[in-house]
């Protein structure tokens, strides 16, 4: 079952304001049973929800927009059963919640004025559904894991620790394959998914899907790319293209190297990384834009058939020249020309140095901080208007997106792995970056991470906001100027008003281990050396 | 001394110094942990004269009994000073310049959401790592209500108690290291009846020491050699002679300990701007103006008692259910559960599968080591042992890829740690002798929240500290589970607590200019 | 083979008639994920079929525009009085059921079900291994055991059973002329002979809060207001008609599906013998999912109204109009009913319909939930429990109800 992961947002009423917030504060005061103050405690919620991993409620408030009430859901399966399973908890405080907020201006207003009449009794669930947004980018640090399948393999886990400590120094001499076999019949009778084949995490489908859609964005973007430099060759003949190019070419890179190190003293120890990226990964490029070539052949060939009236030889071959010149044109010309102008843009941005965090709403956030080893943020963030960034944002998101999703398998960002389910969405019709995640331990050791291991990406992502940090190309710098970035994040913030987490003790590294534990004892027989890996983990 | 204490390379940081020009502006605490003056004496400080004005004049005081001493070469004594958020508050620094010092600072150790975090206090009850009672000293920062207008925050359903009060404040620290005791008690009366006639009183006093063993070690109360391991902070122009790279294992950058440096995460931090002859913000352009912070750092000190014959009795418990050694086929002894407890043999080596670590040099622990390559699954050093929690190294990567950015990441949460004892050995570690004694653990560092804060709560104490579930740091938590690599499966023992907080605060140390403009308010 | 030896389903459907029936039957999952595709309110004459899990609850919760259309056969049965079965949300209404639900307590659950696993314990146990389940376990059980609880005993004269469900039957479902010639004899016969008991019980002085009788009568002793003699005989008639004759149609319905699913069975043998009663009420509840009681509920427009207004199927409904609320539909909607295709005991409360929702739900839910479980658990802990050759291994109907099923088992 995939894990969805779904967010609404709708603007709420700025006289119902201070309703909203006491509505989520006595949904979470009312329910909580945990450890003191522990936010993530909510049997009645949880065992209503069974496909729930993460669900959240808060308020997003900013000066220069109404607030927004943002309800965040990642669960396992398909999305109709999941917010009729949420009306059912919620459905009166749901209502009442949307009655805080605007009538919509689209077609969905007579369905709004329907649910929030006095005394309605119509479902707010279809309502909610018409609002529900598909994340432009989303990141689940265990893919693959359903929620039924963390909490049985907890479950396991739990008990091998149990046999473990009830065995005392019954293991000594033994192997770690002996000790296996020994858990593996102990646990058998009450675990009987032991007994079979492990499901596994990423079917082979969806690995391949991903792989697909990442290149076919790939290839269309590419492929547009080509056009430029493809339509000159058409035009002109090899000596005139050659000396265009080297007109063009050679200011365009004396420019860009002047223009590509950070200025002022923005810099920090990461300079250049997009281009040493480049260099390490040239191989890969060379192989991507061959196959990029082979590709395209066969399009530009059929255009120059049907356009040119070619015949088939003549058309492969006035393609392939073509195309040719599309590469070095886009390697040449474009690609430093578009980072120039992104260069351009981002000496010219303002970064707020000194943003502001609302006193208030940094108690609040605080205070719901650090009671169990998750926690929850959610961040808006207004997006440039340049239309070469809005464009970056658009597309790029979506893009860093597929590539991680069909790269990343292990649940490793960078080298950190803190994250169980993120995700990034548009709101305010596109001007405003929504952020949402479920993240391990404090939010400062979180920052710690994205700036100290991640903050490239991060720096991607973000680059495009209003008051980020000064960036270099796109990747470099920004998030790695720690303090400006933790303060700027903050300062987007709003308190976390409800938050459920299925399983709130449990780190991402731990649902790991807990992973690797249950595998390994499906397994009817282990390798020794497989099997004292194995044991590492107990 | 002909055979100078070995360990003093590291506890005197000679293996770092400052450029000559900061230097004599930086506090000599900073820089070196006086291994040659072994004998201190810890003095808490409260203001006691009325209102918040002209709380200078103690320091003008102070100056002509125990000078702050600087970090421009070694003497014969030395002063450090730390002055708490409501010690400045107190002495008439504004609310304006208070606001450019950190949060955690200015917020104090025992704000309600720090103490959940440091896991001093969860809701209502002080944990069980605070003696009981609570705490005896804090600097008694008041709550901030944030101004709060709105009753947003009174609304919300409180699971705490949000006004924590200590018996005794603490406005300043006060340390003076010498060579000999009697030296160091005359000089702490002579300076508390000086400042007794300012209205500030010494609200409690510590003789603390260093105390060396026979071979130059030093040794903490459980007997462990303490003080090994410290970072090596590194500026390109701020450090004297400084190599062209910061050591590879132990090196950070100099902004990580001091202010006004460039730190670990590519930033200067840059405190308010005061009239160097006023008492309020100077202009911003004002080249006369003195930067507060600059060449300061903040002192995170925790007051830790330490129940010796607990600890040991226990290890010896634990020791006892675990059997035989299985491959010597004696049973194992305290000592191995309690180097297992620190990550290092009693020599000080760190432990390694089957032993410990190979000295480089035969007269010191080696202390440039990793944990990936070596020791990857903790089957030496315990993964969840005090100095793999402390100080991670290379050990939380999973994959070889990860070690390089995963060291360079756990050094930006690096410590400077200037420990010393108080209260006397004890006789027999097995008995209880009745006698207070512990650790008064002072942590230099220049970002609270990125360093002390971060080692304590994310590492020290947090549960899940790597797939390590339900157990703490063996050394400093609650009761809790402690797993020890062993093949074929670790052994999990429960510990208890034996280390306990007594007081503590974060003090702000200022550089000597910065007290020099204090003592003029 | 009844006690009395009179049938007690009337055998009146011709065997094609009955094969149609059944065959229609078996092909609504089928057709209803159609309409839910393509037709999803269906207007077929002045008849509204709707089918989608939104529209359903949307019907059913909106009872001022979609009233039941129970109110004037009902009117026949009570001999001109209201019952709240049939009735609109009105302050009469709530006053009927509020008095009703007064008398019935929640601690009466734990003795109901222990009194009814013992009853079909025993009917198990005396049956030798093959046992005629429809009359012989569901249908005798529940009348003995309810008929102690309301406290309204068998009559010396006729049968209860037979009484009670012919009136159902005409009431929900058929009325064709030699139903109502029954029907004209024996509403007015249970109603005498409530009467009777009613009087037998004050007179005797017995008030004992065992039954439901009895804790009206005290109540009416005590001066409450509203605990006429009027009042408790059309509750107790209603209750009779309304009630037991549904456990002996829904629960051989449940065992046929069990039947036909062999995990299912044994997962639900292993809660019966667990026993987790919770799990094996969750096995019944998800076999009726596949064959509930009733496909539709029906419901009669009060105006002119809009189904699903605010979305692309907005429907008009005029005033008079059936609408029929495909409550077996409702609860095979993929869109809101996870994997509705499974089998699955542990499924959310909200996913089910079988009691209907809002105004009208089922009175006798908590009943129910009590003895469902407690009925099947005896006769599911059988080892080997499997149908009995065919045909009497099969259910049969008698036109809408089951009229026989035959298990075989081993002997311990
Ligand atoms: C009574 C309390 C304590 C005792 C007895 C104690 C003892 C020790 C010992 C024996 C070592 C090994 C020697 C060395 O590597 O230098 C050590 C290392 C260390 N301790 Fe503690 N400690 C105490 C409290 C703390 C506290 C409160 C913290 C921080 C929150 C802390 C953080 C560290 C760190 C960071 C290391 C260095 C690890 C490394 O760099 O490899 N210790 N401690």
Not at chain 1, 97 to 113: G, I, V, W
Request: hydrophobic share 40%.
């Amino acid at each position: 079952m995939r894990l969805n992961t779904r967010s609404i947002s709708l603007e709420v009423k700025p006289s119902h304001e201070d309703k909203l917030v006491r509505l989520l504060v006595d949904l979470r005061g009312g329910r909580s049973v945990g450890r003191e103050g522990e936010p993530g405690h909510y049997p009645d919620i949880l065992a209503r929800l069974p496909t729930c991993h993460f669900l959240s409620i808060c308020m997003v408030e900013s000066s220069d927009y109404d607030p927004l009430l943002v309800i965040e859901a990642n669960f396992d399966g398909p999305e109709g059963p999941f917010w009729a399973q949420l009306q059912a908890v919620l459905g009166e405080a749901l209502r009442e919640a949307l009655r805080c907020c605007k009538r919509p201006l689209d077609d969905t207003a007579e369905l709004y004025d329907l649910v929030t009449a006095h005394r309605s009794r119509r479902d707010p669930a279809p309502f909610l559904e018409r609002h529900v947004m598909r994340p432009k980018a989303f990141f689940h640090g265990n893919r693959g894991l359903p929620r039924e399948r963390i909490l049985a393999e907890k479950a396991l886990a739990e008990a091998v620790e149990q046999r473990l400590h009830d065995g005392g120094g019954a293991w000594n001499g033994k192997s770690s394959e002996d000790v296996r076999l020994a858990l593996r019949s102990q646990l058998m009778p009450r675990f009987e998914w032991l007994g079979q084949k492990p499901a596994a995490r990423i079917p082979l489908g969806e690995s391949l899907l991903d792989w697909a859609k990442l290149a076919a964005v790939l290839f269309l973007v590419l492929h547009l790319a080509l056009v430029p430099g493809a339509i000159l060759a058409a035009l002109l003949g090899n000596t005139a293209l050659g000396v265009l190019l080297a007109l063009v070419a050679v200011p365009v890179w004396l420019f860009f190297t002047r223009y590509r190190r950070p200025a002022g003293d923005v810099g920090t120890s990461s300079s250049n990384t997009l281009l040493s990226l480049a260099r390490t990964n040239a191989f890969k490029i060379i192989g991507a834009l061959a196959v990029l070539f082979l590709l395209s052949w066969p399009v530009s060939a059929s255009v120059n058939l049907v356009a040119k009236d070619m015949a088939w030889p003549e058309a492969w071959q006035a393609s392939a020249r073509q195309l040719a010149w599309g590469i070095v044109w886009l390697v040449a010309v474009l690609v430093p020309a578009a980072l120039i102008w992104m260069r351009y843009l981002e000496r010219h941005d303002s970064s707020q140095d000194g943003p502001v965090t609302d006193p208030v709403a940094l108690r609040q956030m605080r205070e719901m901080e650090d009671w169990i080893p998750q926690n929850h943020m959610v961040s808006v963030v207004s997006l440039r208007p340049q239309i070469p960034r809005r464009a970056m944002s658009y597309i790029g998101t979506p893009l860093i997106h597929l590539a991680l999703r069909a790269a990343v398998r292990d649940g490793y960002l960078g080298s950190m792995r803190t994250i169980h389910c993120a995700q990034w969405a548009f709101v305010n019709n596109g001007s405003r970056l929504l952020f949402l995640s479920n993240y391990d331990l404090s939010w400062e050791s979180y920052f710690d991470d994205f700036i100290e291991k991640a903050h490239e990406g991060v720096t991607a992502v973000w680059c495009g906001s209003v008051g980020f940090p000064p960036v270099t190309m796109i990747i470099e710098d920004g998030a790695a100027h720690g303090r400006a970035f933790k303060n700027w994040a903050r300062h987007s913030m709003s308190p976390t008003r409800f938050w459920v987490s299925a399983y709130p003790t449990l780190t991402v590294d731990q649902i790991e281990r807990n992973n690797r534990i249950a595998n390994g004892l499906c397994a009817a027989s282990l390798p020794p050396a497989a099997a004292r890996q194995w044991a590492d983990d107990l | 001394m002909g055979g100078r204490p070995v360990s003093d390379k590291n506890l005197d940081g000679s293996s770092w110094k400052l450029a000559k020009s900061h230097a004599h502006e930086v506090q000599g605490m900073v820089v070196s942990g006086f291994s040659h003056l072994p004998i201190s004496q810890t003095l808490l400080l409260q203001f006691k004269w009325p209102g918040t004005a002209h709380g200078g004049k103690w320091l003008q005081k102070l100056e002509k009994v125990a000078p702050v001493t600087p970090a421009d070469g070694k003497q014969d004594s030395s002063v450090s000073l730390g002055i708490t958020a409501t010690g400045l508050r107190k002495m008439g620094v504004g609310e304006e310049i208070l606001a450019g010092f950190s949060q955690p600072f200015r917020e104090g150790m025992f704000q309600t959401d720090r103490m959940r975090r440091l896991n001093d206090r969860v809701g209502k009850d002080w944990s069980e790592c605070v003696i009981k009672g609570g705490p005896l000293w804090s600097a008694n920062t008041p709550f901030d209500h944030a101004g709060d207008g709105s009753g947003q925050l009174a609304n919300l359903p409180r699971r705490d108690s949000i006004e924590v009060e200590t018996e005794l404040t603490v406005h300043a620290i006060l340390i003076i290291h010498c060579k000999e005791a009697p030296e160091a008690a005359a000089w702490a009366q002579r300076t508390a009846d000086v400042l007794k006639q300012c209205d500030v009183d010494v609200v409690r006093a510590k003789e603390t020491t260093l105390g060396f063993d026979g071979e130059g070690m030093v040794r903490e109360h459980y007997g462990f050699v303490d003080g090994l391991s410290q970072p090596i902070p590194w500026d390109e122009k701020a450090v004297h002679d400084a190599p062209p790279e910061p050591d590879p294992v132990n090196g950070i950058a100099l902004g990580d300990v001091l202010l006004g440096h460039v730190d670990g995460h590519h930033e200067v931090t840059k405190g308010p701007l005061v009239e160097r002859q006023g008492k309020g913000l100077a202009d911003p352009d004002d080249k006369e103006g003195l930067d507060l912070l600059f060449n300061g750092t903040y002192l995170v000190v925790r007051e830790l008692r330490q129940d010796v014959a607990g600890f040991w009795k226990s290890a010896k418990r634990i020791a006892r259910s675990m059997g035989p050694d299985p491959k010597t086929g004696r049973p194992f002894g305290e000592d191995w559960v309690g180097e297992r407890v620190i990550g290092r043999s009693m020599a000080g080596d760190v432990l390694r599968p089957g032993g410990v670590l190979k000295r480089k040099d035969p007269a010191v622990p080696d202390n440039d080591f990793l944990y990936f390559d070596d020791d990857r699954a903790g089957l030496g050093c315990p993964l969840g042992s005090h100095i793999r929690r402390g100080n991670p190294r290379d050990g939380l990567a999973t994959k070889p890829s990860q070690t390089k950015s995963l060291l360079a990441s756990s050094n930006r949460h690096r410590i400077i740690r200037r420990a010393r004892k108080f209260g006397p050995y004890i006789e027999d570690r097995m008995v209880d002798d009745g006698v207070e004694r512990g650790l008064m653990f002072g942590v230099i560092n220049a970002d609270i929240e990125r360093q002390f804060e971060f080692v304590q709560q994310t590492w020290m104490m947090s549960p899940s500290f790597r797939t390590l579930f339900d157990e703490t740091d063996p050394l400093l938590g609650p009761k809790s589970h402690f797993s020890m690599g062993a093949e074929p499966v670790r052994r999990r023992v429960t510990v208890h607590n034996h280390t306990r907080l007594a007081g503590g605060d974060y003090f702000f140390m200022p550089s000597l200019p910065a007290i020099e403009w204090l003592s003029r308010l | 083979m009844t006690r009395t030896g009179a049938p007690i389903l009337r055998n009146r459907t011709g065997k094609l008639k009955q094969w149609v029936m059944n065959r229609v039957r078996a092909a609504l999952p089928g057709l209803f994920a159609a309409f839910r595709r393509l037709w999803p309110i269906a207007k077929i004459g002045s008849v509204h079929v709707v089918t989608l899990h939104d529209d359903v609850r949307e019907v059913l919760l909106t009872d001022k525009a979609f009233k039941v259309p129970y109110a004037k056969k009902l009117v026949v049965l009570m001999e001109g009085h209201e019952a709240f079965i049939g009735m609109q949300d009105t302050d009469a209404y709530r006053s009927q059921l509020g008095r009703l639900e007064s008398l019935a307590r929640p601690e009466d659950m734990d003795w109901l079900a222990d009194a009814t696993e013992q009853r079909a314990e025993a009917i198990v146990a005396a049956s030798g291994g093959r046992l005629e389940v429809v009359d012989t376990l569901f249908r005798t059980v529940t009348f003995d055991i309810l008929e102690d609880y309301f406290g309204v005993t068998k009559p010396e004269i006729g049968d209860m059973r037979i009484w009670s469900t012919r009136m159902f039957e005409y009431q929900f479902l058929g009325s064709d002329e030699s139903l109502y010639e029954e029907i004209e004899w024996m509403a007015p016969a249970l109603l005498r002979h409530i009467e009777d008991i009613i009087e037998k019980r004050r007179a005797s002085g017995d008030f004992s809060q065992k039954d439901l009788l009895g804790r009206a009568l005290a109540l009416q002793q005590q001066g409450e207001k509203g605990w006429d003699d009027l009042f408790i005989r059309t509750m107790l008639s209603a209750l009779v008609i309304g009630g037991p004759p549904q456990p002996p149609m829904v629960l051989p319905q449940a065992l046929e599906q069990l039947l036909r699913r062999p995990d299912a069975l044994a997962s639900a043998q292993k809660a019966a013998r667990e026993p987790d009663e919770a799990l094996t009420f969750g096995h019944i509840f998800e076999a009726l999912r596949f064959d509930p009681i009733s496909p539709i509920l029906p419901r009669e427009a009060t105006c002119d109204c809009v189904i699903a207004q605010g979305t692309k199927r907005s429907h008009k409904v005029a005033k008079g109009d059936k609408v029929l609320a495909a409550i077996q539909s409702a609860m095979s909607d993929p869109r809101r009913i996870p994997s509705p295709g499974s089998f699955i005991p542990t499924r959310q409360p909200h996913e089910y319909l079988h009691f209907g929702l809002g105004l009208h739900e089922c009175f006798g839910r908590h009943i129910n939930r009590a003895m469902f479980p407690a009925i099947c658990a005896p006769l599911l802990r059988r080892k080997n429990l499997r149908r009995a050759k065919r045909p009497a291994g099969k259910l049969a109907y008698e036109g809408f109800f089951p009229a026989s099923l035959t298990v075989v088992f081993d002997k311990d």
